[in-house]
């Protein structure tokens, strides 16, 4: 099995299952069997082989003497005979990994996974993003205007909106439950610890949302404060609250694109207002390594909307690239991402996750109408897979370290009953991209804080 963090033992790696087992209490003439048949296979195998290498050699020998006897090309014979050694050599290795494929490299790409409510070990694992909205009385998890970090544009129900369905909704994985929150025991784990977000204001809902969360088992909510005594908003780019009682930090980092914004370059054409940096990290980078959890989200910025029209175009080194499509681009910046995680990055020490692209539920035909529903949508409606989500999803299971997915695009795509809409900090301005809080933004929480309890 490959090496998992130690506060993960619930995640596991896809590669992990496809190893063969064989039965350790077979009989002894059954096993002596089984030995007998290998022996022979293997006699066969390998003897076949020598007997072909010999001849390869003999035959670059062979050639060399019929056509080159009027001169001396002893070097020539030299080289054939190196070239079929090493094409021996060659045959040999692939022999090797096809008789002993598990001790073949294997890349540590990770998926959360969950065991039943009862506690019980599942047999198999339980992919949690798989499943469906089933409504539960016994939500929300926190009143969002008793919680001093929950942005006004995201508490709907504080700025009008009167249907309270939308919080009553809980994920129900197929195979498996999402542990009921626990506070207590959750800051029990937490004590002591920094928990960074970096990311765009998706990255920020969830943020608040956690510490909303966590804030329920406080009794002392004064020993609960941002540290520079900002109030939250969309316009700080470092936003850090402490619980004091339990030494613990819960920080978020705006970098919307992960990457480096920088400054137009010498002879750059008039329409570059600025330039988006694919192969530098962002320079505030270096704050989120002494960490033990670290979740990123990238995505909603990567739109012609935000770049082109604004004048940001893309580079790398020192050339421009004005014609490069937005998805190789975004490509590039996580393959950044991923180099800088695992190169400056402790994975034994620190926890990473990256969350996919959130679902929205923009319509009309220029995607540019608001309308939230009452209730989820009963299908997807295509919404369910995504570029961005795939281009993540890629880059992470080609890490040499371990990345956890929080793949929420699917269950996401159901909750168009979920948006800000209207009831936003701007009514005349309608909102389908971003979450109420309460709502979906906790049940990411919810997984991510149900595999920190299970390690």
């Known amino acids: 099995m490959t090496h998992m963090p130690s506060s993960f033992s619930s995640i596991y790696p896809p590669e992990a299952t496809n190893f063969r087992t064989v039965n350790p209490f077979c009989s002894g003439f059954l096993c002596m069997q089984a030995m007998e048949i290998m022996r022979k296979l293997n006699q066969d195998l390998f003897g076949n082989l020598r007997i072909f290498c010999t001849r390869v050699v003999s035959l670059g020998n062979g050639i060399v003497r019929r056509y080159c006897k009027l001169w001396d ?55 949690v993003f798989e499943g469906k909205w089933i409504q539960d009385e016994s939500y929300p998890l926190y009143n969002a205007s008793q919680c001093p970090f929950a942005e006004r544009g995201f508490s709907c129900l504080a700025n009008g909106r009167r249907d309270r369905g939308y919080t009553k909704w809980r994920w129900k994985p197929k195979k498996c439950d999402i542990p009921r929150l626990d506070v207590q025991k959750i800051l029990g784990k937490l004590y002591g610890k920094r928990v960074v977000f970096v990311g765009d204001s998706l990255s920020r809902t969830q943020w608040e949302s956690l510490i909303c969360m966590l804030m329920t088992g406080v009794d002392d ?17 470092f936003l850090g609250v402490r619980f004091s009682t339990y030494n613990l930090r819960i920080d978020f980092y705006r970098s919307v694109f992960l990457v480096r914004p920088s400054s137009v370059p010498r002879r750059a054409p008039k329409r570059v207002k600025s330039t988006l940096r694919l192969d530098l990290m962002d320079d505030i980078s270096k704050e989120w390594i002494d960490s033990d959890v670290l979740v990123f989200n990238s995505g909603h910025w990567w739109t012609p909307t935000k ?35 695992e190169n400056m990055v402790n994975t034994n020490r620190t926890s990473v996750f990256f969350r996919t692209f959130e ?59 979920g948006h800000v809409g209207t009831w936003g900090d701007n009514p005349s301005v309608p909102d389908c991209s971003h979450w109420c809080l309460p709502g979906v933004p906790d049940v990411w929480n919810e997984i991510l804080l149900s595999s920190l309890l299970n390690g």
């Open 73 to 127: 090309f002893q070097s020539l014979n030299v080289a054939v005979g190196i070239g079929s050694l090493l094409f021996c050599l060659f045959a040999l290795v692939c022999v090797y990994f096809y008789l002993f494929p598990s001790l073949s490299p294997v890349r540590h790409s990770y998926e959360i996974v969950s065991t039943p409510r009862n506690g019980s070990i599942s047999a198999e694992k339980c992919n």
């Open 221 to 237: 909510k004064r020993s609960v404060y941002e540290v520079n005594g900002n109030k939250i908003t969309k316009q700080i780019r």
């Open 307 to 341: 770049l082109f029209e604004m004048g940001c175009y893309f580079q790398v080194g020192k050339s421009l690239k004005l014609g490069m499509p937005i998805n190789t681009a975004f490509r590039k910046a996580l393959d950044t991402w991923a180099y800088w995680v």
């Open 359 to 417: 679902s929205s539920h923009w319509g009309g035909k220029n995607r540019n109408t608001c309308k939230v529903n009452r209730r989820p949508w009963s299908r997807t409606n295509g919404r369910d897979r995504s570029k961005i989500s795939d281009n993540i999803v890629k880059v992470v299971k080609q890490m040499k370290v371990p990345v956890n997915l929080l793949h929420v695009t699917r269950m996401g795509a159901f909750r168009s009953d």
